[in-house]
């Protein structure tokens, strides 16, 4: 079954391009104008992934996923006119899994959207049924689950492809580069800011279920799993 994507733009060029290019690798689109028709027609037609433009009048992408977000974990792809870090990080804190700053690539927003999907809808592997533990932090791959100290952490399918990675390898330091290549396709290139903006909310989602030592940084290298609790 084709994926079903909603694209949500006050640029009717802009949504244009996206559908095309959406359509184009096999996906089903509809497009609506601002942040209102958005939140009505997730409603209505539950897609798979919304794309998201941030400076929307009326009601911002910001706004709709702060909404989204009380009900729901759908897989929400940010786009902005400017490169700033302030909407980068808002977009990421607000519970959006990916962020593309206009002009953009239509063929790398394709390639975004295909890895959040792959992220949020993993392949079943009945035959795999381990499980990544350290300290009192837990993660079920199989039922993409994670908790601490056996409360649920809702992480979004990036977050948890990137605390899989140093689950996976406990006691390494990883660079930027290798964190975000456990949640993102190779050929994706990801900013130094949107990497840190991860490890931060990943850390905000922890500390508040009382984990404070999950990720520690190595300052000129990378990241660390921290003690989790233990």
């Known amino acids: 079954m084709p994926h079903h994507i909603l694209v949500a733009d006050d640029d009717p060029h802009i949504r244009e391009i996206i559908c ?18 958005a939140l009505q027609a997730i409603e209505r037609h539950a897609p798979d992934l919304v794309v998201l433009d941030i400076g929307m009048p009326e009601m911002d992408g910001l706004e709709v996923c702060r909404r989204l977000r ?8 940010f786009l902005s006119a400017r490169d700033e870090e302030i909407d980068r990080v808002l977009g990421l804190e607000m519970g959006g899994d ?29 035959a795999d049924d381990r499980q990544f533990s350290h300290g009192r932090l837990l993660l079920v791959p199989a039922s993409h689950t994670a908790s601490f100290d056996g409360k649920p952490l809702a992480l ?6 990137i605390l899989k990675g140093f ?23 990801v900013a130094d800011r ?17 984990c404070v030592d999950a990720i520690e940084t190595v300052h000129g290298v990378g ?5 989790c609790g233990a």
């Open 20 to 37: 095309f290019g959406l359509e184009k690798a096999g996906m089903k689109t509809l497009a609506v104008p601002d942040g209102a028709a």
């Open 70 to 77: 009380h009900t729901s974990d759908l897989p929400v792809l």
């Open 98 to 126: 990916d962020y593309v700053t206009k002009p953009f690539s239509p063929r790398e927003l394709v390639a975004r959207v295909n890895v959040i999907l792959r992220r949020a809808r993993p392949t079943p592997e009945p």
């Open 156 to 161: 979004t399918s990036i977050e948890f492809a």
């Open 167 to 189: 689950l996976a390898r406990p006691a390494y330091v990883l660079g930027r580069d290798m964190v975000m290549a456990n949640a993102y396709a190779a050929n994706i290139h």
């Open 194 to 210: 949107t990497v840190d903006s991860h490890i931060r909310n990943i850390r905000a989602k922890l500390a508040a279920v009382g």
């Open 223 to 227: 990241f660390r799993l921290g003690g």
